[in-house]
């Protein structure tokens, strides 16, 4: 698995870091922000790659999130990478 790490200098010269890692389907291409990782159920061996999904937002997931839903509830992504068992919690990620 590649990794790259991406090194930000902030306004009091700490240094903060992001490690980025390849998406199963298009490497380090970028595909835009509205993306999401598929279970092994939706990702068929990799055929999910770049299929989109409506995702609608029902409620909060996470306690200390009391409205997470915005005007728009229910969005589109494209399906740019795999999330596999045991870390994947649900359908999308």
Do not use: R
């Not at 298009?26 to 999401?36: C, K, L, R, S, T």
């Amino acid at each position: 698995m590649e990794h790259i790490i991406l090194y930000i200098v902030s306004d009091h010269n700490m240094f903060n870091y992001i490690v980025i890692t390849a998406s199963a389907c298009y490497g380090f291409q970028d595909q835009g922000v509205m993306i999401a990782a598929a279970n092994q159920d939706l990702w068929q061996g990799g055929a999910a790659c770049g299929k989109y999904f409506q995702v609608t937002c029902t409620g909060a997931t996470n306690q200390g999130v009391p409205h997470p839903c915005t005007d728009t509830p229910t969005v589109t992504v494209m399906i740019t990478d795999f999330c596999p068992p045991p870390g994947c919690k649900g359908n999308l990620d």
